[in-house]
């Protein structure tokens, strides 16, 4: 009987692994020396989660040795392959923690993405790591076999070792080890014996390790800087600093946005390196995998992921957060609750606006570029956050009437405003085609009234808590009440001669009976010029953003019951009162009405099936199709 004391023990990989193991070992020959990094980030997370438990367990294995990170080539005789130990004082494993954490991938999918590997060879090392996830694996890319001993922090624990040769097993045995960590001991394949020499070693650590904020020592000597970037002041970074830094704590290698970079003593302590990422979704490779800046305190982190300083609609910003006013011991209840937590919050986020602002004024293209990113969070701020309404309008980008394609600001749509002008007006739609074909613009465009293209579902969810800026109210102008500027009609005794008054009521007497309780009202419009008819609210009714937001959130539905307006002097409106006059049985005129009511509602966006129009639309196709043969 073999005793997990006495003896090892031999387990399969899943066949996830042995595929990825595969594909490390036999495929993927370029950028080999990313093992180091990838080590070392392990390293420094085995670190990182041994210094979070010692902020409240002080009952550990060797509480006193140094937290830092040692690579060694040792010595080997003549002929027998070259060797690198990686070695850390950091939290350790388990025996349960070792099979679990070397043997398994926790990944869903693993097996479609290994199936789509079958059909292309152009993979790299980086996206079999990303994609899964365990970064140690890539050691088999130069590694004839990986022994890994571990002890845990834990006093009572017991060392273990985990051996593999990148086969489709792997062995656990019991260790001689008294301090607590784990150590990497690769054995180097012949042709990747390169990487046992430390001048190679401090080279790579130099390139993806430099800002791992505990030392790396090859051999004797630190590799690494160590000395955080957000204690330096600004004027001793470069910006190449600013990147790499960026890309050792994110694995993002796409360069950020926009830095915020800052120290301040009153009224809070606090340094802070910040970063606007220049993609809403993180890369593939991506080792933040939560919202939140990581917190430190004296240069120790607290809170790896600390989303109680900037608010939700921020929470995109990434980076480091330092202040020596917080205590050490410190827990994240207590964090959350700690009254410099507000003022710091307060501080942070100012700055991060003073960024906006000045990303607004100095390159409005990177504006645009990040509203395009992160638009959705500032307005999803609005809806969710009372408080920032005001800091959040002056941000806010949307295309216009009469902004030819272009993003233009709510400063930028006041300041065109007319001297009559009284509000701020919008219309909401699906796209920016159906709302710029809006029948409520008509008589925007006759009074050259600029009007805002709300698209976004979002638009209809923070409509209704918007209000006012700079003492203009927002109104939507699907609204029957809208009071616009006096203007001379010159189209009325156009209109009255195209259709008179009693087929005009001939008319809308048909509109009512084909829509009946559909609709409120029925009636001539006094604003439409080129479009055939609308819906209006009716005075005190529900706003049409709500009923849009319950149709996007598939809740309870009805269609709202609109008045509809109709344009006495639009060709197809005169056409059909003449057929309902002369020949009110011909089945064309309903189809009409019901398709005008249909298509209306739509372009609201306010149609709860709009495949339900198809047969009508099938039926006047057919109609039509007759009537030119003459049937």
């Keep these: ?98 099979i679990v954490n070397l043997g398994t991938i926790a990944q869903s999918g693993a097996r479609e993405f290994l199936a789509k590997l079958e059909d292309n060879g152009d993979i790299s090392a980086e996206d079999v790591i990303g994609q899964f996830g365990v970064g140690f694996y890539s050691v088999f890319m130069v590694a004839s076999e990986v022994r890994v001993v571990s002890r845990s922090y834990k006093k009572r624990a017991k060392a273990v070792a985990w051996i593999s040769d990148g086969g489709e097993d792997f062995r ?47 051999g004797e000597a630190q590799a690494n800087q160590q000395t955080p970037l957000w204690r330096k002041r600004p ?23 926009a830095v915020i970079h800052f120290s301040s003593d009153a009224p809070v302590n606090v340094r802070a390196l910040l970063f606007i990422p220049a993609s809403r979704e993180p890369g593939i490779l991506s080792s933040r995998k939560e919202p939140g800046v990581m917190l430190y ?26 202040s020596e006013d917080l205590p050490l011991n410190v827990s994240r209840e207590s964090v959350q609750n700690n009254r410099l ?20 004024k100095d390159d409005p293209e990177k504006y645009e570029k990040f509203w395009l990113e992160f638009g959705r969070y500032l307005k999803e701020g609005v809806a969710i956050d009372p408080t920032a309404k ?21 400063d930028e749509y006041v300041e065109r405003m007319g001297d009559d002008q009284e509000a701020i007006y919008y219309a909401l739609g699906d796209s920016l085609s159906s709302v710029a074909r809006s029948p409520h613009l008509d008589p925007f465009r006759e009074r050259d009234i600029e009007v805002l293209y709300w698209i976004d579902p979002l638009d209809a969810l923070i409509a209704p808590v918007l209000g006012e800026y700079k003492e203009k ?55 439409l010029r080129n479009s055939p008819m609308r819906l209006v609210n009716p005075t005190d009714a529900v706003g049409t953003e709500t009923y849009r937001i319950q149709r996007l959130l598939n809740q309870d539905y009805e269609v709202p019951k609109k008045i509809v307006e109709l344009n006495r002097s639009h060709p197809l409106i005169v056409n059909l009162a003449h057929l309902t006059t002369n020949k009110p049985d011909d089945a064309v005129i309903d189809l009409t009405i019901e398709q005008l009511y249909d298509s209306a509602l739509l372009q609201e966006g306010l149609h709860p099936n709009p495949a339900e129009m198809l047969p009508r639309i099938e039926q006047l196709l057919a109609v039509a199709v007759q009537d030119e043969l003459g049937e």
């Design 1 to 98: 009987m073999i005793t997990e004391e006495k003896a090892a023990k031999t387990y399969h990989f899943k066949t996830e692994v042995s595929q990825v193991l595969n594909i490390l070992i036999h495929s993927l020959y370029k950028d080999r020396d990313i093992f180091l990094r990838e080590v070392i980030s392990n390293a420094s997370d085995a670190l990182t989660r041994l210094q979070f438990e010692m902020l409240t367990n002080h009952d550990v294995l060797d509480p006193d040795a140094e937290l830092a990170i040692h690579i060694d080539v040792p010595d080997v005789p003549e002929g027998e392959p070259k060797k690198i130990i990686i070695k850390d004082s950091g939290i350790g494993m388990t025996k349960e923690e070792i």
């Design 172 to 218: 656990v045995e019991p260790a001689d080890k008294t301090d607590r960590g784990t150590e990497i001991h690769i054995t180097l394949r012949r042709d990747a014996e390169e990487f046992a020499s430390e001048w190679k070693l401090k080279e790579i650590v130099k390139r993806y390790s430099d800002f791992v904020a505990f030392p790396i020592y090859v």
């Design 235 to 257: 004027s001793e970074v470069e910006p190449d600093d600013y990147n790499n830094f960026y890309r050792q704590m994110t694995m993002n290698f796409e360069d950020p946005l």
């Design 297 to 322: 305190s004296h240069n120790v982190l607290i809170q790896e992921y600390c989303t109680d300083l900037l608010p939700q609609w921020l929470q995109f910003i990434d980076g480091v957060v330092d």
């Design 341 to 360: 937590m507000a003022q710091l919050g307060k501080t942070i986020k100012k700055r991060v606006l003073r960024e906006l602002d000045k990303m607004v």
């Design 390 to 410: 005001e800091d959040v309008l002056p941000f806010l980008r949307y295309q216009s009437s009469k902004s030819e394609g272009k993003l233009i600001s709510l």
């Design 473 to 527: 109210p927002f109104k939507n102008i699907d609204s029957a009440e809208l009071e616009l500027p006096e203007q001379e009609d010159k189209s009325e005794e156009e209109a009255e001669a195209a259709l008179d008054a009693p087929e005009l009521e001939k008319l809308t007497e048909r509109f009512k009976a084909v829509l009946g309780d559909k609709v409120t009202e029925v009636r001539p419009s006094k604003a």
